[in-house]
């Protein structure tokens, strides 16, 4: 599996030198997430990274091991930073419906304000060594099971299927939305617009979690 960044954890001030070098990670990571969200881990090299933060290709292999290296380290830190909010979100209260409101809009939190991250996520999970995308899945399946027990809570006869269907659906509506607003602006948008853009979603999302279906999944509509 791809470790963490160094951090200093005996509790001492970090160094100018440490600082730097924690904030050039931090660059290169994030730069990675967006051309690889962008253009697709395939059509990005080292150099393309590089050259978006002010350093040379080679000069990246001073924090990761490749290219490779550096997809593995931004999805176990997608995958992680998803499962300790929900792992929050659990701790701190009792009641599904306040978990799953707060789950939904912590979700879209996430995804309106790293669209990029998300796509990769979703896309360059094969591109992975087979450690980290075991781990990856395995916080993942983590993450689901946050939601699952609440959702089981607030519809008790649900099945597996039909529970399955409702949160990779709220998955898709907030993941797929997120991305391809950021497209249609043609630019990130402000911050007013993520803001109304969330509050929208998390409507959606909480109306495909809480809706009623008829017995036997029957359609309700008049013939």
Same mark, same amino acid.
């Given at each position: 599996?791809?470790?963490?960044?160094?951090?200093?954890?005996?509790?001492?001030?970090?160094?100018?030198?440490?600082?730097?070098?924690?904030?050039?990670? /931090?660059? +290169? @990571?994030?730069?990675? #997430? =967006? $051309?690889?969200?962008?253009?697709?881990?395939?059509?990005?090299?080292?150099? &393309?990274?590089?050259?978006?933060?002010?350093?040379?290709?080679?000069?990246?292999?001073?924090?990761?091991?490749?290219?490779?290296?550096?997809?593995? /380290?931004? +999805? @176990?830190?997608?995958? #992680? =930073? $998803?499962?300790?909010?929900?792992?929050?979100?659990?701790?701190?209260?009792? &009641?599904?419906?306040?978990?799953?409101?707060?789950?939904?809009?912590?979700?879209?939190?996430?995804?309106?304000?790293?669209?990029?991250?998300?796509?990769?996520?979703?896309?360059?999970?094969?591109?992975? $060594?087979?450690?980290?995308?075991?781990?990856?899945?395995?916080?993942?399946?983590?993450?689901?099971?946050?939601?699952?027990?609440?959702?089981?809570?607030?519809?008790?006869?649900?099945?597996?299927?039909?529970?399955?269907?409702?949160?990779?659906?709220?998955?898709?509506?907030?993941?797929?939305?997120?991305?391809?607003?950021?497209?249609?602006?043609?630019?990130?948008?402000?911050?007013?617009?993520?803001?109304?853009?969330?509050?929208?979603?998390?409507?959606?999302?909480?109306?495909?979690?809480?809706?009623?279906?008829?017995?036997?999944?029957?359609?309700?509509?008049?013939?």
């Amino acid at each position: 599996m791809s470790s963490a960044a160094s951090v200093n954890t005996g509790g001492q001030p970090k160094t100018r030198r440490q600082s730097e070098k924690e904030q050039r990670y /931090r660059e +290169l @990571l994030g730069t990675a #997430a =967006r $051309l690889f969200g962008t253009h697709g881990y395939a059509s990005v090299a080292l150099d &393309d990274i590089g050259h978006e933060v002010g350093v040379s290709g080679q000069a990246i292999y001073r924090h990761f091991k490749g290219k490779q290296d550096m997809l593995g /380290r931004l +999805l @176990l830190d997608v995958s #992680a =930073r $998803l499962l300790e909010g929900g792992q929050h979100i659990r701790a701190d209260s009792s &009641d599904a419906q306040e978990q799953i409101h707060r789950l939904i809009a912590f979700h879209a939190d996430f995804a309106l304000r790293s669209p990029e991250i998300i796509r990769v996520q979703e896309q360059e999970m094969p591109q992975l $060594l087979e450690a980290d995308r075991e781990a990856v899945r395995r916080m993942q399946r983590k993450y689901i099971d946050i939601w699952s027990a609440a959702l089981r809570k607030l519809h008790p006869q649900i099945s597996p299927v039909e529970l399955r269907t409702r949160i990779h659906g709220v998955f898709g509506l907030i993941n797929s939305t997120a991305h391809s607003m950021k497209h249609s602006y043609q630019r990130a948008p402000s911050a007013a617009e993520v803001a109304e853009s969330h509050s929208t979603l998390t409507a959606m999302a909480w109306a495909a979690i809480a809706c009623k279906l008829p017995a036997g999944g029957a359609s309700t509509e008049s013939h």
